[in-house]
């Protein structure tokens, strides 16, 4: 995989992008256990990162991707990446450039963001640990930003009942927690990434919304919360997130099936 030294924030790549996706991948990933960060973890021999990256790439339309590192550790990211190369006949079109991220994913965002070139008016925001994203899921989110919708997430219907509950939490935490309302299912959609973005409506989302706390966690919802409209489009059950154990073993199956097909 070409990697592009980090543009400071400034540079552009030699030739204009069309659309940039932001990977922010600064995050230590406890659920998964102790270790490598949640995206340096290897699925098939191959880290995390470098699968959701090969994902981005294999849209036509994604010419940049720009990977936000833990603050410490651009380097180290940046020597991962090249030691894999990009799957297929993109390794031309698509360059790649690393940046250090914050202490927050918000702030990481919005520092990837500050890495793109002012003229990509098309920007993609993916969780690093949703590495398996389908190539026509992404192409869909860019789509749907082209064809005029200012923010676009891919989601899919819930399979399960879901209910609000009062939390116990402090000296209460543990104990069982009142049921206070059940929300009609299929009003309910579980979100994924890449979502997508109007650069300007991203860009004055990470400038309005100023940080709290650990940060947003959702860019949608920080557009949502300017008042402008937020669309979806159809997700895919493999675009889930590897967030636990068993989510590395459903991740390995997939990967599995892909090859035994598709000879991915």
């Known amino acids: 995989m070409s990697v592009t030294p980090s543009p400071g924030g400034s540079g552009a790549p030699e030739r204009p992008a069309r659309t940039a996706a932001v990977i922010p991948a600064a995050g230590r990933g406890v659920r ?41 550790g651009a380097d180290e990211v940046r020597r991962l990446l090249d030691a894999y190369p990009l799957s297929g006949s993109l390794t031309d079109s698509t360059d790649v450039v690393v940046v250090p991220g914050g202490e927050t994913r918000q702030e990481s965002v919005r520092l990837g963001l500050a890495a793109v070139p002012e003229a990509v008016t098309t ?23 082209r064809d005029g919708a200012p923010a676009v997430v891919p ?5 399960d009942t879901v209910k609000q509950v009062e939390p116990r939490t402090g000296d209460r935490a543990g104990e069982p927690e009142p049921v ?31 940080l709290e706390g650990d940060g947003a ?35 390995e199956a997939v990967l599995a099936r892909r090859r035994a097909n598709d000879g991915f």
């Open 180 to 210: 206070v309302g059940t929300p009609e299912r299929a009003l309910l959609r579980a979100v994924q990434t890449p979502q997508g973005f109007d650069r300007a409506t991203l860009a004055a989302a990470h400038e309005k919304l100023a």
């Open 155 to 159: 989601a899919l219907p819930l399979a």
């Open 32 to 72: 998964l256990g102790p270790g490598a960060p949640k995206a340096l973890r290897p699925l098939s021999g191959t880290p995390m990162l470098v699968h959701a990256v090969r994902a981005m790439a294999g849209s036509r339309s994604v010419s940049l991707v720009v990977v936000v590192a833990p603050p410490d």
């Open 123 to 145: 920007v993609l925001v993916h969780d690093a640990a949703r590495p398996l994203v389908p190539v026509d899921t992404v192409d869909a989110v860019i789509a749907a930003v």
């Open 217 to 251: 966690t959702d860019d949608a919802g920080m557009v949502e919360r300017l008042g402008v409209e937020v669309v979806v489009v159809p997700g895919h059950e493999e675009a889930f997130k590897v967030t636990r154990p068993l989510d590395l073993v459903l991740a």
